[in-house]
């Protein structure tokens, strides 16, 4: 089978096609992905494409034009998105048989699993084994076109943090370039230790964003690493929640937090932006929430006078940091608003939104009763509401009510969409397991949320511990 010409970049970094990925949106277009067409993209794969399967007819296209009618979202970028997240956890074709038990999937992919017989079917009618190597061409010309830059913001990445060759345990970066996408989109991905970025068409190369999730490829294992050191750190989280445009997932992990934070403060340094430049991007990322942004891109100008690498000198940087000094910078922060909601937006669903956020605040500040409320009166309006059931589930686990947190817990499950939350549920059903004596069940739960704890630090030191020992054993 041709392949595109991929190159094994610096630093375990693989530039590619993936042939998964092309098979499905192969399939979605033929049954009416029509997104982004009327967008000219500088590359011309996808029409090419779809003239070629509108060719012939194919007995298995009229159950994908209705699987794929019953499965769109409103959001473009999401409704992409559930496929690309399936197609990353197939293993190759003919089979595309999922590379974690079906029942692990991540939320968005479970949601459309029931595209994998239909691919099967398709593989076969549209012959897309011979369209995947005749359109090899097109992907080489892109993987070249994104190679020089590609391995060159690597190497600049790891020379400023002064990260050894090597130096990741086995872990890939995967940066795929996807031709029959909708323009102008960038889809970042954590499952299990390996990481991914999904790049469609577009005339500029997405090299900040590729550069982004390659810093995050780098420093996550560092907050993993000095988790007790970050959460001495951790009363700051407070502030951050005050912070109507900062998203929920950095609101409630600290590790996450940080980690961002240091990120942003990394890419400024590198790009070496004048000095007036600089300070203003660092007020507005504290005035997005990012609020160890300053302190972290100072710490940065102190690193890059010595000689020791982020590895040694994170453990220092993030001691470094004291909570009354930071409280007392961020008392001249003006938090931003949150971003304006999309006009067909309906009024009631920004006012669940704060009825949810109200909820979160009052169960960070250990006020259960009042938080039960709130959460009570979203689920009288919206039963499946994912964020409604977790905090109840959450409120019951820390009043000692372990039979109604399973059981909200699994309710979670069933209705979530947001990978944070079903990770977490998954860790704890498998404390509450734990706590049972029931081992195996609890296995399971861990595993299952090792499929996505990665990209949540808190969430993958509690997974490793509960693989390693029983959670509550001495």
Partial sequence: MARSASGQQAGNVILDG??????????????????GLATDSGNRTREQVRAELARKSYPALADLKKF????QVNDPVADLGQYVSLALLLGPPPDFKPTVPPQDLPPDAKAVAGLIPLLKRFYQEGNLA???????????????????????????????LRFPSGAYMGRTYNIYLSLLAAPNQVQARIYGQNYYLVVTPSK????????????????DGLALKYAVEIHQKEGLLGLARNAPALASDF???????????????????MDKHPKAEAERSIRELAAEGLILAPYLYQALADYE??????????KQMILGIDPDEETQRLASVKFAPAPAPAEKQAPALSAEERLLNQGDNLIYQAKYKEARAVFESVLASNAKSERALYGMAAIASNTRKPDLAEEYFQKTLEAARDVRLVTWSHVYLGRLYDLKGKRDQALEQYRAASVTAAAYPDALRAVESGLQRQFGSK
Wanted: with cysteine; proline share 2%.
């Fill in 130 to 160: 011979d369209l995947w190597a005749r359109v090899q061409p097109r992907f080489q010309a892109e993987v070249l076109r994104y190679s020089d830059p590609v391995r060159n913001s690597v190497t600049l990445s790891d020379a400023y």
């Fill in 305 to 314: 006078r010595q000689d020791a690498s982020m590895n040694l000198f994170y």
């Fill in 18 to 35: 993936n042939e998964q990925l092309f098979c499905a949106l192969a399939a979605l277009n033929a049954a009416g992905y029509d997104a």
């Fill in 68 to 71: 794929y009618a019953a499965h």
């Fill in 204 to 219: 500029e190369l997405k090299l900040a964003e590729i550069r982004h999730q390659y810093l995050h490829f780098l420093l």
């Fill in 251 to 269: 609101k409630e992990d600290f590790s996450l937090l940080v980690t961002e934070c240091l990120i942003r403060a990394v890419e400024l340094r």
